[in-house]
């Protein structure tokens, strides 16, 4: 899972083996855009390919910043629950954005198999992996579980 790079060990590392010269470490910057700013500046030849990223050498090196909004886990993207078919939030994911009203649980059919790991990524709010009516796992806001060996067949979630 490609998450997050501190910028310092990103410096630190590409400094160590030569790809890009050492400076001395500015005042921290205040948003993701301002690191970006900075990171750019002080490393020319890089473009900026998404709010969090910045990319060198046609995607050889990619410097990614946590957002400090953000709070995915995996591929599942903030305000998301998922389920994966794989373990550490790999594999086929099946990806929920709302809560039903009724607390109705939603099924994971879809998804073809054995679910292997679930995230909540949502700001609020508990996620609970079912098997049928039995919960086996609730999981706070931003959390996950990586490797599941229970059956999973349904998500449900609570604001």
Same mark, same amino acid.
């Given at each position: 899972m490609m998450k997050t790079l501190v910028v310092g060990a990103f410096v630190l590392g590409l400094?160590?083996? =030569? !790809?890009?010269?050492?400076?001395? /470490?500015?005042?921290p910057a205040t948003t993701v855009q301002q690191?970006?700013?900075?990171v750019m500046v002080r490393y020319p030849g890089g473009v900026q390919v998404s709010e969090?990223?910045?990319?060198?050498?046609? =995607? !050889?090196?990619?410097?990614?910043? /946590?957002?400090p909004t953000g709070r995915a886990i995996g591929s599942c993207a903030t305000g998301s629950y998922c389920a994966f078919s794989a373990t550490n939030y790999g594999g086929t994911r099946l990806a929920f954005t709302g809560c039903s009203a009724t607390t109705t649980s939603n099924s994971l059919s879809a998804l073809g198999g054995t679910v292997r790991s679930v995230a909540n990524a949502r700001t609020s709010g508990t996620v609970r992996a079912m098997n049928g009516t039995v919960i086996v796992h609730a999981l706070s806001a931003n959390t996950g579980?990586?490797?599941?060996?229970?059956?999973?067949?349904?998500?449900?979630?609570?604001?």
């Open positions: 400094a160590g083996f =030569g !790809a890009l010269p050492a400076v001395a /470490a500015p005042a690191q970006i700013d900075d969090t990223t910045v990319s060198w050498e046609d =995607g !050889a090196i990619l410097l990614t910043l /946590a957002s579980i990586t490797s599941n060996a229970s059956s999973v067949t349904a998500l449900s979630c609570t604001t």
